[in-house]
C-alpha cells in the first residue's frame, strides 16, 4: 500500500497552537537526554481530546491534551488516562508508550501527557481509501477488533493495580442516568426521538452481567493497524474513557459505530461501510465466542450505544456552536445526534 494511507499529521488548527516556549523545556526536563529543536503539527480527525504529532530532534512523541473550552472535565482526565496506559504497556501489548505527565497548568493551559508514537494506518474513511482492502482483509480486521475487544475484557485488572479504577456497582443505571443527564445539558434543538430513547433505556434496565475494564470508545478508528495487513492490531488508541464496569455496555457502544450499507448517511461519514466488514450480528457471535460471555439484552445495549454517541455528537456541536471549537467538521454534528437517536429507537 501507499505510505500516505499512514495516519497523517497536518499543520495546527487556528485556535488550538500549543506555546512551545513553555511545552519545550518542559519536555527537556520529563525526557533526559533529547535534543534538537522541537516542531508541533497536529492529528486532525479525532472528535474529542486534541493529538498532536511532535518531533523533538528526530524523536517521534504524541501529545495529548483536552480540547479547548471543554466543560466535561471527567471526560478529559489526562491523568487518568496516563495511569491506564501505564498499567496496560508491560502486559496488554496494544498500547502505545506512555512517557510522562504534566499535570501543571501554566505549561499549557491544562493538563496534558506524552507518549511513544506509533506508526500505523487508523482506519477512518480517508485511511481506508487509500488502504482499499479487498473484503477478506476488511473481514479479518473486523474478526481482529472483536478479538481485541475480548481479551481487553479478560485482563487482570486486578493484577495491574487497577481495582479502584472504577465504580462497578450500578453501572447500568448509572450510565443510563448520567448520558441522560449529559444530553439535558448540551441538548441545543428539539430531538423527540432522544427523549423516548432516555425514556425506554430508563424503563428496560437489564441486570449486571460482570465487570471488566473497558475501553467505553472501541471501534476502528481508536486502532493502529499493520498497513501490511490490516488485521494485526499494533495499538489501541483514546483511552480517555476507560474504566471498571459491565462489559455488555462496551459492546453496545462498538455496535454504534459498526455500520452497514442501510444506516444513516450522517453516520456513513464515520467510518462508511465496506465491503467485508463485519455485521453487527456477526460482531455479537464473535464476542460471544472469544469472550465466552453471552449478551442476554442485546436490544437494549444496542439502544444504548446509538443513544449514547448521539449524546457525544450533541455535546460537540454544542461546543462548536457556542464558538468553543473552530473546527468545521463539528457544525454537521446535530444531523448526526438525530440520525443516532433514530437508530436507538429503530431497535427498541
Not at 518531533?55 to 473550552?69: A, K, T
Not at 496494544?94 to 504534566?102: E, F, G, N, Q, T
Not at 494485526?232 to 474513557?241: G, S
Request: glycine share 8%; proline share 7%; net charge neutral.
Amino acid at each position: 500500500m501507499s505510505a500516505t494511507a499512514t495516519d497523517a499529521s497536518r499543520p495546527v488548527r487556528a485556535g488550538e497552537e500549543l506555546e512551545v516556549a513553555k511545552l519545550e523545556p518542559w519536555l527537556r526536563a520529563a525526557l533526559p537526554g533529547t535534543s534538537g529543536p522541537l516542531h508541533v503539527r497536529q492529528f486532525p480527525s479525532g472528535f474529542s481530546n486534541l493529538t498532536y504529532a511532535l518531533d523533538l530532534g528526530g524523536r517521534e512523541l504524541v501529545l495529548r491534551r483536552p480540547p479547548f473550552g471543554a466543560r466535561i472535565r471527567s471526560a478529559h482526565d489526562m491523568g487518568r488516562e496516563f495511569r491506564v496506559l501505564s498499567a496496560l504497556h508491560p502486559v496488554y501489548g496494544k498500547v502505545p508508550r506512555p512517557l510522562a505527565y504534566c499535570a501543571d497548568e501554566t505549561v499549557l493551559g491544562a493538563p496534558f501527557y506524552v507518549m511513544e508514537r506509533v506508526r500505523g494506518v487508523v482506519p477512518r474513511a480517508d485511511t481506508l481509501a487509500q488502504l482499499a482492502p479487498d473484503p477478506a482483509a476488511m473481514r479479518r480486521m473486523g474478526l481482529a477488533l472483536v478479538d481485541a475487544l475480548a481479551e481487553l475484557h479478560a485482563f487482570d485488572y486486578r493484577a495491574a493495580g487497577l481495582a479502584d479504577f472504577g465504580r462497578p456497582d450500578g453501572y447500568v443505571r448509572r450510565q443510563v442516568e448520567g448520558w441522560t443527564e449529559r444530553y439535558a445539558r448540551a441538548a441545543t434543538d428539539e430531538i423527540p426521538e432522544m427523549d423516548a430513547a432516555a425514556r425506554w433505556l430508563a424503563s428496560n434496565l437489564p441486570p449486571e452481567s460482570g465487570v471488566a475494564l473497558i475501553h467505553n470508545d472501541f471501534k476502528y478508528d481508536n486502532l493502529v493497524v499493520d498497513p501490511a495487513e490490516p488485521s494485526r492490531i499494533l495499538a489501541v488508541l483514546d483511552w480517555e474513557m476507560a474504566t471498571l464496569g459491565d462489559p455488555a455496555m462496551e459492546v453496545g457502544g462498538s455496535l454504534a459505530y459498526l455500520l452497514e450499507p442501510g444506516d444513516p448517511p450522517e453516520l456513513q461519514a464515520l467510518v462508511p461501510w465496506r465491503e467485508g466488514m463485519i455485521t453487527r450480528a456477526e460482531f455479537l457471535e464473535r464476542y460471544e465466542q472469544a469472550s465466552g460471555r453471552a449478551l442476554a439484552s442485546a436490544a437494549f445495549h444496542r439502544c444504548y450505544g446509538h443513544f449514547r454517541l448521539g449524546v457525544v455528537a450533541q455535546q460537540i456541536y454544542r461546543r462548536w456552536r457556542d464558538g468553543h471549537s473552530k473546527d468545521p467538521r463539528f457544525g454537521a454534528l446535530l444531523a448526526v445526534a438525530r440520525a443516532c437517536a433514530r437508530q436507538a429507537l429503530a431497535v427498541t
